[in-house]
């Protein structure tokens, strides 16, 4: 962990005792700063934190820290709604009249967000009510309601405005704090260069045309249109920053093509995601045109990273991650019942919600993704009676039989609040197996389930459905997987199965080169010869039309290790289950930054090990032949914006780059653990693997 970081993580999480414990033990308020030039000081801010901000100051931290947007502290406190942090910072010296780059001053942005306490600490420590900024217009243009009426007894005005400069909706082309992000590509924060290299630059296929009748892509607080109202456009000057001129009965105002749509019967009815919604979503979002992704054969075009909700709680943060990776372009959602105990589709559906309100987004833009077939926790009480029902251990069943499909998709509908899911994946079908069930029957149960599953596409509450299996021996312990063969043969006539889900990593890399056969516990061909000419699962896929998605990009398992080999620099809870030490992470980053040369041109990423593995090793394999998406778990605003704009903002990796990459990085792991079996090692040999009793004792007749 570098020096630091954990009175970062602190101050962001607003934890003022884990805080004291660490200033207490040496680590210093000002030690780490992140790539914007945020500080402890300015997450506490950002997230609220006025006793944080208190206590750091307390502690010797520097009130005088710009983001690198000229930001001040005062900006950030006034975006995150600290109140009482405002008189302490204008105490220890920070100017409230100060404005950043765009001339934007914190009561600006305390009035634009309605933080009511915020405007009145800033005005009672001497803000000017009436600066203005090109956009925003002063204070009072942007406030409204109880902000309005106090800045008008402070003396408040609002702005000068020619009939040709009306005041736009300043908060669609600008954003401050880590929270939110507006549609311009300029203002998101980017590990690739922010240039327009990479991108996919608007043409007039991708824009409403002079003439077209528009409406509003979401809602704006500001501005002519109305939700519901339709204008249309009379000019377009081609500018990049407000280019279409829209007339409303006599009246007029300006707009960024990326604010309205043409209305369509698809954008506005439609229950699931459609080719046109999501190519649509991506081009809006300006993810490179390398980057964007079929589908499968379904028309459906997906962004190369999806948000993976494994882990996903409960939170303001969790909420603010999913947000916050939508609004940078990721339109894949992956989720499961049994994720959280049910909070993951809860929250998902509370996100998803939201930004349809808002008309942030529209259904058909976004693809939804759900299981069913692990049972655990609270789906514990419903299972009495279900037949098929395969106990695995006591906390832990298993099923996939027709009735309880269709109570776990009910369920899953409702919180999601949705009326069809995209894609509902039967949850590891192969496990039942540890539960004694013969893998003959397996694939039975699995054909029954697809028959039913016609049916639930017919009913129109799911629009395809697929697998998120192993189809690879993971290790003795765990033998069975699926054959895609066999899966394929099971199929009604003229199915919608579509999809695939399973892990590829550095680790469990071998999907991506040896043929698609059954294979032995340990991995080996049952035939060897089969083997040599044998298509590869991807290759298998893709021949048949389907979609690969890939899981666990982070997290590998290799052979007998006792934990995962994390594949990240992050030194954060999951650490502690890796068996790769962040020398070894180093290690790993500076390979595939030099093989993938993703410190030059286009990428521009950071050279060498300097702690953005995640999001290096999230690009090489997004950059893989035929990988459709990376599902990435990604609970943390801060997390998102570290991993996403390199792997949207810029072309993808060379095919056979990334795949050299991916093949150097294995051979590695697989030379580090053959030489810590041994007891000469060189000083990194650990209990890497199980008992040699225990790899075969649980996988027979399994």
């Not at 001040?72 to 008189?87: D, F, M, R, V, Y």
């Not at 203005?132 to 109880?146: F, I, K, P, S």
């Not at 990593?505 to 089969?530: I, K, L, Q, Y």
Request: net charge negative; with cysteine.
């Amino acid at each position: 962990m570098e020096k630091g970081y954990d009175v970062y993580e602190y101050s962001r999480k607003g934890d003022l005792e884990s805080l004291r414990e660490a200033l207490a033990e040496g680590s210093k308020p000002d030690e780490y700063m992140a790539y914007d030039g945020s500080t402890a000081l300015v997450m506490a801010a950002r997230s609220g934190h006025a006793h944080i901000v208190k206590e750091l100051l307390a502690r010797g931290a520097d009130a005088q820290v710009r983001t690198e947007d000229g930001s001040t502290i005062l900006h950030h406190a006034a975006s995150g709604n600290a109140a009482e942090a405002i008189p302490v910072l204008i105490a220890a010296g920070v100017d409230p009249n100060e404005g950043n780059e765009d001339g934007v001053v914190p009561l600006i942005l305390a009035a634009h967000y309605g933080h009511l306490a915020c405007v009145r600490g800033l005005c009672d420590g001497g803000a000017d009510v009436n600066l203005a900024a090109e956009g925003w217009g002063t204070a009072l243009d942007g406030a409204d309601g109880d902000v309005a009426t106090y800045l008008l007894s402070r003396g408040a005005k609002r702005s000068d405005q020619g009939a040709d400069q009306p005041m736009a909706a300043a908060h669609e082309r600008f954003s401050y704090g880590c929270f939110e992000t507006g549609e311009n590509p300029h203002s998101t924060p980017v590990l690739a260069p922010s240039s327009s290299q990479g991108y996919s630059v608007p043409t007039a296929d991708t824009r409403p045309q002079v003439g077209d009748k528009v409406c509003l892509r979401h809602a704006k607080p500001s501005g002519l249109l109305k939700e519901g109202d339709v204008g249309v456009v009379v000019a377009d000057d081609g500018s990049d920053c407000v280019p279409l001129k829209v007339k409303l009965g006599d009246k007029y105002d300006y707009y960024e093509y990326s604010d309205v749509m043409v209305p369509s019967a698809s954008s506005s009815a439609s229950a699931c995601a459609t080719p046109e919604g999501t190519k649509g979503f991506l081009a809006r979002k300006k993810v490179a045109q390398g980057n964007l992704r079929n589908l499968g054969n379904t028309g459906l075009c997906i962004s190369p990273v999806g948000f993976g909700c494994h882990r996903l709680e409960d939170t303001d943060s969790h909420k603010s991650a999913l947000e916050l990776a939508i609004s940078l372009g990721c339109n894949f959602v992956d989720l499961a019942p049994n994720y959280t105990d049910g909070d993951a589709e809860k929250v998902a559906g509370e996100v998803l919600q939201k930004l349809l309100q808002q008309r942030k987004v529209a259904r058909d833009e976004i693809v939804v993704a759900t299981k069913v077939g692990n049972v655990l926790g609270k789906q514990m009480a419903h299972t009495e009676g279900v037949p098929n029902m395969a106990r695995v251990n006591e906390s832990l069943y298993h099923c996939i039989s027709p009735c309880w499909i269709e109570q776990e998709l009910t369920r899953s509908l409702n919180r999601l609040q949705l009326s069809c899911i995209d894609c509902l994946l039967l949850h590891c079908p192969e496990y039942e197996s540890k539960a004694g069930v013969d893998m003959s029957e397996v694939y039975s149960r699995m054909r029954t389930a697809f028959d039913y599953l016609e049916t639930e596409v017919a009913k129109g509450r799911i629009a395809m459905y697929g697998l998120s299996a192993a189809f690879m021996p993971l290790r003795p312990t765990d033998a069975q997987h699926l054959d895609l063969s066999k899966v394929l043969r099971l199929l009604p006539e003229k199915h919608h199965f579509r999809v695939l889900q399973f892990p590829l990593n550095f680790a469990e890399a071998e999907a991506m080169w040896v043929g698609h056969v059954p294979r032995n516990p340990d991995g080996s061909a049952v035939d060897s010869g089969s083997a040599v000419e044998a298509a590869t699962l991807f290759e298998v896929a893709k021949t048949h039309g389907l979609a690969t998605l890939i899981n666990r990009p982070l997290d590998g398992i290799y052979k007998e290790a006792h934990g995962v080999l994390r594949f990240s620099s992050l030194d954060c809870d999951v650490r502690s289950f890796s068996e790769l030490q962040l020398d070894n992470c180093d290690a790993i980053e500076e390979k595939i930054t030099n093989l993938c040369q993703l410190s030059s041109a286009p990428f521009n990423a950071d050279e060498g090990a300097s702690g953005h593995l995640a999001a290096k090793t999230v690009k090489v394999l997004a950059s893989l032949p035929n990988v459709d998406c990376v599902l990435l778990g990604m609970r943390r605003p801060d997390y998102v914006i570290g991993t996403i704009p390199l792997a949207f903002a810029t072309p993808p990796v060379n095919s056979e780059v990334a795949l050299k990459a991916l093949r150097a990085v294995h051979n590695t792991v697989c030379m580090w653990f053959a030489t810590a079996i041994h007891e000469s090692d060189h000083g990194t040999s650990k209990h890497w693997r199980l008992p040699v009793k225990e790899k075969y004792s649980n996988a027979a007749g399994a």
